[in-house]
């Protein structure tokens, strides 16, 4: 049995689009004699459609579309499957369903409903979507197979300590007869995600004695990156085929034929080279699919900055790139010199604006109101906020996208200006820990040899807003720093267990706990960003801004 596991990578509510590149896989599949292409879930409207789904025109744009993909295929000698945002039948309720199809010779010969709708992080699924209350099995031919919607196959009880459904579509419908599953999915990456999923869907074929295909979406929609690294399985859970991560592709595997190397295509086995390389899809696809071409970064001679001008770099090509440097009256001549250094190592557009006599002159245009007030951190905020002007003024001249460069443990405590620093289109570290972002300047330093100098690993992090400023000046280390917040925003775990667990002050934890709390304001008006984490800032984490509870 030969099936085409077929990881595109589409855009929300790009019907045209997505069916083209859906045409395009299924003649491919078919020219290499597969049987059945397999696309991801709601691959005809890219996902999340989020509150398109609300629009009457959309769900009637979608029956369109899917209707015109059944004509357009009609001539191909293969069987397809593909998801879509379906119309409920039922008489009350919601309207849309999460639905897979099965496609043949012109006519739907199957539908299948999502059961399990998720509510946790990223997923909002029972916002919009009525949940199918049983499914049937696929009888193609003499086969009898389970085809699931994401969430339904990832609910194994065997597998998960605490299930978070009280039904396995997949056990019902092996308990129908399955020989056979197969999962189309938007399952988003995130660090440590790809081998989890093998290992969930190997424990599946090996508790069911039977063969698995995972079809997954690829390519950056909004702040999620979703990775691809589709598979299929053998019935004791060996790979008989794996596609790449972040990248798009048509693969053909005989499900009864031995593994042949061909099929398994050689994937990212160091989890920091896939997190640059999600970072570098998810720039990539933020920036044209919004119809950017260009982006503008501030680049301060930091470790920050440097890495952002980096994945930029390889997400939409050097000379798509502008580095501009501002220098104030606190920056040092080595922040200007490895600002100057990186863009010329990665031949990007570097000019240099100084911010100082604005910030002269606005310091006296203020100096009525500021009467008899010390200097605090009311200037240098100032300072950072003429940097964004500046961005923010080049950004519309030349129609180009601010990339902010600020990462999350920045972010996390608070550490950056509102309408400075955080000004911008899009935060690409901003889920990426000070202590990851090293690690990451150094796979950049591999793909682009040495193109951040050496100067910018090796001098202490600072705002440079004051004379003589380092980070530490209000921040623990940043090993310290990234510990706290693992613990506390990816972990939820509570001041006490985390002092104990890391062997550290607990006035010293709280007091990190606190700024995370006391800064949420700043975060809910911040760029959105990519989440290469297990918890974002972002979509997938709803705090409250006004609110009294305090750990």
Not at 385 to 397: D, H, I, W
Not at 419 to 432: E, F, K, Q, R, T
Not at 450 to 462: E, H, L, T
């Amino acid at each position: 049995m030969r099936i085409a596991l077929a990881q595109i990578n589409t855009t929300v509510g790009d019907l045209a689009g997505n069916l083209d590149r859906m045409l395009r896989a299924a003649r491919e599949a078919a020219s290499n004699r597969a049987e059945l292409v397999v696309f991801p879930e709601l691959s005809i409207n890219g996902y999340p459609p989020r509150d398109l789904v609300e629009k009457p025109t959309f769900l009637d744009r979608t029956q369109a579309a899917l209707d015109q993909f059944v004509s357009e295929t009609a001539t191909l000698p293969i069987a397809i499957i593909c998801g879509y945002v379906g119309l409920s039948d039922a008489a009350s309720g919601k309207r849309a369903v999460n639905a897979a199809c099965v496609i043949s010779r012109g006519r739907i010969v199957f539908r299948q409903q999502k059961m399990l709708l998720p509510t946790y992080d990223v997923f909002d699924e029972a916002r919009y979507f009525r949940s199918a209350e049983r499914q049937q099995l696929w009888c193609w031919g003499d086969r009898k197979i389970a085809l699931t919607i994401c969430e339904d196959a990832w609910n194994d009880k065997q597998f998960w300590e605490r299930q978070l459904y009280q039904r396995d579509p997949v056990d019902e419908l092996v308990s129908e007869g399955a020989g056979m599953l197969i999962s189309i999915n938007a399952s988003p990456y995130h660090m440590g995600k790809r081998a989890m999923r093998q290992e969930i869907f190997a424990a599946t074929a090996r508790r069911h004695n039977m063969p698995v295909v995972y079809v997954n979406q690829v390519g950056g929609n909004d702040q999620l990156v979703f990775d691809g690294t589709s598979f299929a399985l053998g019935r004791n859970g060996q790979p008989l085929a794996t596609a790449p991560s972040f990248s798009e592709d048509v693969l053909v595997v005989d499900l009864e034929a031995p593994p042949s190397p061909a099929c398994l295509r050689a994937n990212l086995g160091d989890e920091c080279e896939a997190v640059y390389e999600a970072l570098a899809l998810g720039t990539r696809d933020y920036i044209l699919k919004c119809a950017f071409r260009k982006v503008i970064i501030g680049l301060s001679g930091g470790i920050d900055s440097s890495l952002t001008a980096a994945i930029a770099v390889d997400a939409v090509g050097e000379e798509n790139v502008y580095g501009v440097a501002m220098p104030g009256p606190y920056s040092s001549d080595h922040s200007l010199t490895d600002a100057w250094a990186l863009a010329a190592n990665l031949g990007i557009r570097f000019e240099v604006s100084s911010i100082t006599e604005t910030f002269e002159a606005s310091l006296k245009t203020l100096q009525p109101l500021f009467e008899g007030m010390p200097a605090d951190v009311t200037e240098e905020n100032l300072q950072s906020r003429l940097r964004g002007m500046t961005l923010m003024a080049l950004s519309n001249k030349l129609g180009a996208l601010v990339l902010t460069t600020g990462n999350k443990s920045e972010l996390a405590v608070g550490y950056c200006t509102l309408y400075g620093d955080m000004c911008g289109g899009l935060a690409v570290i901003s889920d990426v820990p000070k202590t990851l972002v090293y690690q990451l300047a150094r796979v950049a330093n591999r793909r682009h040899p040495n193109a951040i100098p050496d100067n910018v690993f090796r001098k202490p992090p600072s705002a440079e807003l004051r004379p003589d400023q380092k980070d530490t000046d209000s921040l623990p280390e940043y090993e310290v720093l990234d510990s706290i917040l693992k613990a506390y925003v990816e972990d939820y775990l509570p001041p006490p267990q985390i002092a104990d667990t890391l062997h550290l002050p607990l006035p010293q934890v709280r007091d990190i706990i606190n700024k995370v709390d006391r800064n949420e304001y700043k975060r809910q008006q911040a760029a959105p960003g990519l989440k290469v984490t297990t918890k974002a800032f972002g979509m997938g984490r709803r705090f409250p801004i006004a609110q009294k509870f305090l750990e």
